[in-house]
């Protein structure tokens, strides 16, 4: 993180890591590789033990807003992941597409993802969190940016429980069509209102663990 950045206020779920992830996998492969970098917030929950959440046949849909993969798309496909490790990996995998692609999101799309997707704390205001992450510069020497888990790999963390999944991606990231390297976060979800809605998220250093004992995603993109 620059200097003279802020940094991110306690509560806010969305702060701009992903445009900085963008722009730092950007300028890290011009120079001599990928170095992914996320600015997370963590949100102090206190919850009762619950059995760790059922796993499902088969990995993952790596693809739940498809190849169109704006707001309505992504909700859309949101809604329909089961209460399953499954289900929090898929959501969050659509998730990571949504908001770390380049060029990005209208702010009116962010603001519904927030909306319909986040784990909002009381006074937080979804267009306002909308306008924070956009505001973040551009990443520069790239036409498109962003993430693919076609290739990518998804592991169940083993502090997951039935209602709040931590999974571990690793995933492509894609510049101007081409792969250009691996990065890897660790997503918080929660089980609320019928949907997997994120929580936090955190940078992991060891992408190859996640790689190497990982589950592959059913149909990426």
Same mark, same amino acid.
């Given at each position: ?6 940094? !991110? ?19 890290? $492969? ?21 059995? !760790?959440? !059922? ?66 704390? !009381? ?43 931590? $999974?571990?991606?690793?995933?492509? $990231? ?48």
């Amino acid at each position: 993180m620059d200097e003279e950045e802020e940094a !991110p206020k306690k509560g806010w779920k969305l702060p701009r890591w992903a445009m900085i992830l963008l722009a730092v996998a950007i300028v890290a $492969v011009l120079i001599a590789g990928i170095s992914a970098i996320y600015t997370s917030t963590r949100k102090d929950q206190v919850a009762a033990p619950t059995p !760790p959440p !059922p796993i499902a046949a088969g990995g993952a849909d790596g693809c739940i807003a498809g190849n169109i993969n704006d707001a309505p798309s992504l909700l859309d496909g949101a809604h329909q992941q089961p209460h399953t490790s499954q289900g929090a990996a898929a959501t969050a995998a659509g998730f990571l597409r949504f908001t770390a692609q380049y060029p990005s999101p209208s702010e009116q799309q962010l603001t519904t993802v927030i909306s319909g997707m986040y784990d909002l704390a !009381p006074g937080e205001d979804a267009q306002a969190l909308a306008k924070d992450a956009l505001s973040t510069s551009a990443p520069k020497n790239a036409q498109t940016a962003g993430f693919s888990v076609a290739d990518g790999r998804y592991v169940i963390e083993p502090a997951s429980t039935q209602d709040e999944v931590q $999974v571990s991606i690793a995933s492509q $990231v894609i510049i101007d069509g081409k792969e250009r390297g691996v990065s890897a976060t660790t997503f918080t979800m929660a089980w609320s209102d019928g949907i997997w809605k994120f929580v936090d998220s955190q940078e992991i250093t060891d992408e190859q663990r996640i790689l190497d004992n990982g589950v592959a995603f059913v149909g990426g993109c």
